[in-house]
């Protein structure tokens, strides 16, 4: 028994799931699941299902989420099952931004010396398409000049994103901030003195599926998954995730929903204090 939302593009249908049963595909970043346990306790709710596909029970967006209700010893969790299949739902990558004071050759020659990695000027356009196609580990990027930077060692994408996040780790060290940018917002902030970019590759669907069921998590941020539609606001009780009989959980949640209203908001709503790029639906008291 699920609650489904039929939008025009993905089919999503929110019900519990055992948390044992979901599958990350991804490291968490400890600052950011902090908060987030703080978060539910302070509110005792989940505010969000957690997406999964329906398939494989691999978790595409949720990651923090999962983690937090296995913490505080949560037995379900609020899920929304969607065909993974479905090439509505894409798939890219998270540019990395470092923003800080040291020159931009210093700073190459730091990440290069320190990572281990050979570095080649090149065209800002060529270092796109070449990280793309997966012939170079990474860029690095700075107004009109790029670099690529490349392994000593052909890398699986794997080993790739531990790489990645080695220059983050370097980056950090050195002093620089680090935050996360969709492809196009990343490059538009080329043109400020202190920012940098890295350029990295984005995973397949199959790299997902296949990594998160073998139980090899891939650094944090590695994948930026895009959904036409999403459920926010289900705003689950923390008391109701602690429940052994999935069943009669179901029955209650499927309840709850039946209660609420749903109101939906177009692609670029801001929706408290956040830009969705995808269709949303709010479950709103009646």
């Not at 969000?48 to 913490?71: N, Q």
């Not at 990027?141 to 220059?167: C, G, P, V, W």
């Not at 749903?262 to 709010?282: M, N, Q, V, W």
């Amino acid at each position: 028994m699920g609650t489904i939302i039929d939008s025009p593009k993905l089919r999503m249908e929110i019900k519990f799931a055992s948390v044992k049963s979901l599958f990350t595909h991804e490291e968490t970043i400890p600052s950011a699941l902090e908060n987030l346990q703080q978060e539910i306790l302070q509110e005792k709710l989940l505010k969000h299902p957690i997406i999964v596909d329906k398939e494989t029970c691999v978790v595409l967006d949720g990651m923090h989420r999962v983690a937090a209700l296995k913490s505080l010893g949560c037995t379900i969790a609020p899920v929304c099952f969607v065909d993974y299949a479905n090439p509505a739902i894409e798939l890219f990558a998270w540019y990395r931004e470092f923003e800080g004071n040291q020159p931009f050759p210093d700073f190459l020659t730091e990440i290069s010396s320190k990572g281990n990695l050979d570095k080649f000027p090149i065209s800002l356009e060529q270092a796109n398409k070449i990280v793309k196609l997966r012939k170079a580990t990474a860029a690095l990027a700075h107004k009109d000049t790029a670099f690529l930077l490349k392994s000593k060692n052909i890398l699986t994408i794997k080993q790739i994103y531990d790489k990645i996040a080695e220059i983050e780790y370097i980056a950090t060290q050195n002093g620089c901030d680090v935050s996360y940018s969709t492809e196009a917002d990343a490059l538009k902030g080329l043109h400020l003195k202190t920012r940098f970019v890295l350029i990295v590759p984005s995973l397949t669907k199959s790299e997902v599926t296949e990594g998160a069921l073998k139980k090899q998590l891939f650094a944090h941020k590695t994948t930026r998954h895009v959904v036409p539609a999403r459920p926010l606001f289900t705003n689950v009780p923390l008391s109701w995730l602690k429940a052994n009989d999935l069943k009669e959980a179901n029955q209650r949640l499927f309840s709850h929903l039946q209660s609420k209203q749903i109101i939906t908001k177009d692609p670029g709503s801001i929706i408290d204090g956040r830009r969705y790029e995808e269709c949303a639906y709010l479950f709103a008291d009646s």
